[in-house]
Nanobody, 117 residues
Framework: QVQLVESGGGLVQAGGSLRLSCAAS????????MAWYHQAPGNQRESVAS????????NYADSVKGRFTISKDNAKNTVYLQMNSLKPEDTAVYYCNIDLYGGARYWGQGTQVTVSS
């Protein structure tokens, strides 16, 4: 079993910044990738950013390119999402995700991000 614990969400004014953290623990011997998703009320969960374990290759949704940065600390099994120039449309619950070799996938409980105009 793998546990993911997110932190760092909150309320911020438009143009502000937040840094989300996701700490993974449990039966992690190696992982393929970690990612952040968000889900606004009435919408589907969508990928925001991802990072591979080997090579640290990153991928971003078009809506956050140039504003968000995903990074990881392998020693701490932690992934971060630095969110700058936040917009009201970034308001959502943000979920951390980990993909393990073998196909297992786990989700965190989510952290609320609210951006006021």
């Amino acid at each position: 079993q793998v546990q993911l614990v997110e932190s760092g969400g909150g309320l911020v004014q438009a143009g502000g910044s937040l840094r989300l953290s996701c700490a993974a623990s449990g039966s992690i011997f190696s992982f393929k990738a970690m990612a952040w998703y968000h889900q606004a009320p009435g919408n589907q969960r969508e990928s925001v950013a991802s990072i591979t374990n080997i090579g640290s290759s990153t991928n971003y949704a078009d809506s956050v390119k140039g504003r968000f940065t995903i990074s990881k600390d392998n020693a701490k099994n932690t992934v971060y999402l630095q969110m700058n120039s936040l917009k009201p449309e970034d308001t959502a619950v943000y979920y951390c995700n980990i993909d393990l070799y073998g196909g297992a996938r786990y989700w965190g409980q989510g952290t609320q991000v609210t951006v006021s105009s």
